[in-house]
């Protein structure tokens, strides 16, 4: 993987946690069984791209970690 393949991965997971973050919103209004039932699947889903998928992304080019809004260098 080069530098443009990582900036293109980069995108791509930041538009699959958009719209992670638009389906929690969704399943937030609905009743408490499909709430149930959705929720922490989505919240599976959001944390591996978040914690294992970006941050290994960042690790290996930290120049994209840079880029990321709200990074403050740490890591988790």
Do not use: C
């Not at 393949?5 to 499909?34: G, H, K, P």
């Not at 599976?44 to 990321?68: D, I, N, T, W």
Request: hydrophobic share 45%; aromatic share 6%.
């Amino acid at each position: 993987m080069d530098g443009t393949q990582a900036t293109q991965i980069r995108s791509l997971l930041l538009e699959a946690a958009d719209a992670i973050d638009r389906a929690n919103a969704i399943v937030s209004t609905l009743d408490s069984d499909d709430r149930a039932f959705l929720s922490a699947p989505l919240d599976e889903v959001s944390s591996a791209l978040h914690f294992k998928l970006l941050q290994k992304l960042y690790l290996r080019y930290p120049g994209l970690a840079e880029e990321a809004e709200g990074w403050d260098g740490t890591v988790t």
